[in-house]
């Protein structure tokens, strides 16, 4: 653990110590069992425990072979597990040579970094002949334990079971389940305990009371049995410990010394025997079985057979139960990611709209806010960070994926992107991010609130550290009482199902969104065909339409000239309606020719001056200078994005109304840009142009936005086609905004409407 050579290192408290201890190399062993190594080629051996007297009438010689230590079948025995599959602990009986009549003993045999490796326990004392009444032999506790597992239905009786199954089997005084969470800290879920003891049911205990090496070791050798705490080790000779010139490597032995700090632990806590059982589910450690007893307990190598046999059975009816419970919500996730996909199919706008899939969203991952990032703009619902925190989110995210954009998810903001602070207003504390790359959608992101909870650990987490004659070491607590902490700044830990299901949203808006844009394309082919038919529908009414009507208009005016004297009073006012339905019919169609031109053309998008195309498109009304009796006050200095001439033509006709129904001496109007913006308009400019005319009546707001729908008799306030703001409607829509009117009668309009801005 310290340095000798370095009496500056030996002063430093470093909390990685533990992880660099090399805990395979122990080079002993424990005393309840032997240790022999041989080198595979003559099977001579090369290491020896130094207690192998107590199998062999002496310490084995260093170089002497199989045959010269046990007898004809138990070397055969061994040369089949020399040249079988390696890195597999094979139990066996083993016999000494010369042992006559003697019992074998057990023993367990593998293959592992070129040595042969057998592991000796002294032969079973015989069992009493008469049995203790309800003793089940241990193939029946098998059976006993897996009826039992069998029958819990819920996670939580499993739990409970598991625990209670294993210490009937192990003898062990207390038995607990112990869940590692993604930090690799682990929580006691099941605990099974003799009276007099406390529980450590719920108690969380740090990650680093287990070291990344011994997690390793945990997968590899999946029971670990310490049968004596106070108990010394025996040496193997002649020396590997790390340190040797060839260590011998111990991570598959069933006898391997314990590390000192793992001693002091262990007796901090009371305890002298324990075996902990890996739960290796999907080749990762899921958990263990940690065994406590308070007395010396060797395990024999057929219950440790036994116990190898438990964590597999339990490890798979976890496994099936877990799976069990997340299909079930996965089921139920995939309901609302249909209805989901249902909403966008129907509706070609809804990412304009998101409000309308955010309940079902926010059931597919479970959150309480939802970002979507697109091209243009950001839009946010429910409890969320600012948008411009949100951008460098993403920009985190893709920093952080290299080639290939995938999922990103953290539960906790503030450590996962730099500069992040949590605001007081949103707590928002983890993000599941998720690309989808189109443009109407770039990120989805999915965001939770802060979860205050409280930890009760197994006395305090931090370690702490004491003086030795060697200077200062890190030291296992003594103390083991509950030590609470509140945990901050975080939020739920994504769950699998949470990220599965994002996943699956991905690729499913993905491929929605992919054939959409085929849809669009073939769409816009055929809106590309309408489009010709209407510019020659165009041309029509511009020139084939209206010919006529001048023909009519110029008859008209010669018959009116020709019949001279002899017009009579009724045939000049027959004459007078003919010339003004032919002027009321040209005014439609040119009305029906602006609208046409209105929707057609691509939008030519640049930075606009309110001021200049305001006055531009008064001195189109109303001619220069600006007539007496009219007065137009911009109040805004405002840059918009937006097509120039589709504006101007918006804001000509809106001054033309203004000044058109308006019976005043000075008729005001003012344009601006309106500073109450809330998050229905968020990215969106809203201006108005207010008048101080005649007014429109609540009843009738919708109605002028219909084609040639006019309020008043064609002769009142200057006739027109009735098209004008129809024609703004079909402006302001292309711009991605929309348009309303707010107006009393006699008391003047304002006529709102917002323009998408792209920052």
């Known amino acids: 653990m310290t340095d000798p050579e370095s009496p500056t290192k030996r002063s430093e408290v470093d909390l990685t110590n533990c992880d660099r201890e090399p805990i395979h190399l122990a080079g002993a ?38 045959h010269g230590l046990f007898d004809e079948a138990s070397c055969e025995l061994l040369q089949i597990v020399a040249t079988g599959l390696r890195n597999v602990v094979r139990p066996i009986k083993l016999r000494a040579l010369g042992a006559g009549s003697e019992l074998p003993f057990s023993a367990a045999a593998h293959v592992y970094q070129g040595r042969l490796i057998v592991e000796l326990e002294q032969p079973a004392a015989e069992k009493d002949s008469t049995e203790k009444l309800g003793e089940l032999s241990l193939p029946l506790q098998l059976t006993k334990a897996n009826q039992r597992l069998q029958q819990s239905t819920d996670l939580k009786r499993l739990y409970q079971v598991i625990a209670d199954e294993m210490r009937d089997i192990s003898g062990f005084d207390r038995v607990m389940l112990y869940r590692f969470a993604d930090d690799n800290h682990g929580e006691v879920i099941g605990e099974s305990v003799v009276e007099g003891k406390g529980s450590f049911l719920g108690l969380h205990y740090p990650a680093t009371d287990i070291p990344e090496q011994a997690r390793r070791l945990y997968i590899l050798n999946t029971v670990r049995s310490i049968g004596d705490v106070n108990a010394s080790a025996v040496p193997i000779l002649p020396g590997c410990h790390a340190d040797a010139e060839q260590p011998l490597d111990l991570s598959l032995s069933c006898f391997r010394a314990v590390s000192p700090v793992h001693i002091e632990y262990l007796q901090n806590m009371g305890v002298q025997a324990s075996m902990s059982i890996s739960i290796v589910i999907d080749n990762r450690l899921w958990g263990l079985i940690a065994c406590h007893h308070y007395s010396a307990k060797p395990l024999r190598l057929e219950e440790r057979a036994a116990c190898e046999i438990m964590g597999l059975v339990i490890g798979n009816y976890l496994s099936a139960r877990e799976q069990s419970e997340i299909n079930h919500e996965r089921v139920r996730r995939r309901r609302n990611f249909h209805n989901v996909l249902d909403l966008i199919t129907q509706n070609t706008d809804v990412w304009r709209s998101i409000d309308t899939i955010w309940p079902e969203l926010q059931q597919v991952v479970d959150s309480n806010g939802l970002g979507v990032v697109s091209e243009r703009n950001v839009q946010l619902l429910g409890s969320t960070p600012c948008a411009e925190v949100v951008q460098s989110i993403v920009q985190h995210a893709e920093s952080t994926q290299k080639e290939t954009v995938g999922i990103w998810d953290t539960h906790c903001l503030a450590d996962s992107v730099p500069g992040y602070l949590v605001e007081d207003e949103s707590k928002v504390c983890g993000c599941l991010a998720v690309p989808l790359s189109a443009p109407e959608a770039n990120w989805l992101l999915f965001f939770r609130d802060e979860y205050v909870s409280e930890v009760t650990w197994a006395g305090n987490p931090e370690k702490s550290t004491v003086q030795s004659e060697n200077g200062i070491r890190l030291s296992p607590r003594k103390s083991f009482e509950q030590w609470k902490t509140t945990v901050h700044r975080q939020s739920k830990r994504w769950a699998l199902v949470d990220r599965e299901m994002a996943e699956e949203l991905r690729s499913g808006l993905v491929e929605l969104l992919s054939l959409r844009a085929a849809e669009l394309v073939r769409l816009n082919d055929e809106l590309a065909s309408i489009n010709a038919d209407l510019d020659s529908f165009a041309y029509a009414a511009s020139h084939d339409l209206r010919e006529p009507l001048r023909g009519i208009k110029q008859t008209a005016f010669l018959l009116r000239r020709e019949l001279g004297v002899e017009l009579n009073e009724a045939t000049e006012g027959r004459l007078a309606t003919l010339s003004k339905l032919a002027s009321r019919m040209d005014e439609l169609i040119q009305g029906l020719l602006r609208l046409s031109r209105a929707g057609q053309g691509n939008l030519e998008f640049e930075r606009v001056d309110l001021k200049e195309v305001v006055h531009e498109a008064l001195e189109m009304v109303v001619g220069r200078p600006t007539p007496s009796g009219i007065e137009v006050s911009i109040e805004s200095n405002a840059i918009l994005w937006a097509d120039y001439l589709c504006v101007r033509e918006l804001f000509t006709n809106l001054i033309a109304n203004g000044i058109k129904y308006n019976q005043n001496s000075l008729k005001h109007l003012r344009v601006g840009v309106w500073q109450g913006r809330d998050a229905d308009h968020e990215n969106q400019a809203v201006l108005y142009v207010r008048d101080n005319g005649i007014g429109i009546a609540s009843e009738n707001v919708e109605e002028v936005f219909q084609v040639f729908r006019r309020l008043h008799l064609p002769d009142e306030f200057g006739g027109g086609s009735g098209a004008g703001l129809t024609i703004c409607q079909k402006i302001v829509t292309r711009h991605g905004g929309k348009i309303w009117i707010e107006s009393e009668p006699g008391q003047g309009s304002t006529i709102f409407f917002t323009l998408e801005q792209v920052e």
């Open 29 to 66: 062993v424990q005393p309840h069992g032997a240790l022999l190594a041989f080198g595979l080629g003559d099977l001579s051996l090369r290491h020896v425990s130094q207690n192998a007297d107590q199998w062999f009438k002496a310490i084995p010689e260093i170089g002497a072979t199989v």
